[in-house]
């Protein structure tokens, strides 16, 4: 058996064989290793007290339970517990310990994102000597939801021959549902057209649980408190080519705006149904 150590450009050429033979674009394969390896080390962080409570959330971790069905994003929106500059510290001691082959690096530019307890930090990834990727990772704070511990459905990982932490601890989807339609449906709803189809993946992948995400939808309408549920919902002009562009690219079995919106009406009103609708 050759045990030798694989010379550190090895993983990029497999990275780009992997991709070819599965059809993956190469680099959301690339955005895959990245997010696993820093789950690794968020794991291994909590394992040794340096990392609370913290969950995936957003658009990555419905890419790594539903893999090629969800669309591709390219950071990493993460919570954690405790203030603003407690959740940078604690992230910035995490990262020090690695993962596996995998060194990361807390860059110094920070952005106070808008509308939201949230920081954008860069993450500079390293595997063995070689630059890896740079990822952005949205800190932002930890809410009352349950935490799913989801088995990464993503392909390629066991090819690359690099390990995989699982589960992955991932933000319950009837609480990030309820705040997806929160964000796309309020005053601060600009530039987040992306939050409709994901709602409408979820929706038809059966992972809905309508009474569980109608309470969530409730609790969550209430504290933040900047518009009623259910809400009124009408698709803004701009956003039609966004969705229509993304129903075609995930393959969505409705493609136009006006077929989107009706189904994502409906969905609002099931969720508005005391029973959750049709259950």
């Not at 993983?11 to 033979?21: D, F, G, N």
Request: include cysteine; glycine fraction near 8%.
């Amino acid at each position: 058996m050759n045990t030798r150590p694989r010379p550190p450009e090895r993983l990029e050429k497999t990275l780009a064989r992997v991709a070819r033979e599965m059809g993956i674009n190469q680099e959301r394969l690339r955005h895959w290793v990245s997010f696993l390896a820093l789950c690794g080390v968020l794991e291994r962080a909590r394992q040794e007290g340096i990392v609370g409570v913290y969950y995936l959330k957003g658009g990555v971790a419905l890419e790594l339970r539903f893999a090629l069905k969800a669309r591709a994003t390219r950071d990493l929106d993460l919570g954690m517990a405790g203030s603003r500059a407690d959740r940078l510290q604690t992230l910035s001691r995490a990262l020090r310990l690695g993962f596996d082959q995998f060194t990361f690096r807390l860059k110094a530019q920070q952005l106070e994102m808008e509308n939201a307890d949230a920081v954008r930090v860069q993450v500079a990834i390293q595997y063995r000597t070689r630059a890896w990727q740079t990822i952005d990772v949205d800190l932002g704070s930890v809410t009352a939801g349950e935490v799913d511990l989801v088995a990464p459905n993503v392909q390629g990982l066991a090819e690359l021959g690099i390990p995989v932490i699982s589960p992955v601890r991932c933000l319950n989807l009837s609480d990030q549902l309820a705040q997806k339609l929160h964000a796309c449906t309020g005053p601060a709803s600009a530039g987040r057209a992306r939050d409709v189809l994901d709602i409408l993946v979820m929706d038809s992948l059966g992972g809905i649980n309508y009474s569980q995400a109608g309470a969530a939808a409730r609790r969550v309408f209430e504290v933040r408190a900047t518009h009623p549920f259910p809400p009124v919902f009408v698709m803004p002009p701009e956003w039609r080519p966004e969705v229509e562009a993304l129903a075609q690219e995930l393959q969505f079995p409705i493609t136009t705006a006006e077929t989107i919106e009706r189904q994502f009406v409906r969905i609002i009103d099931r969720l508005a149904t005391p029973a959750g609708g049709h259950a």
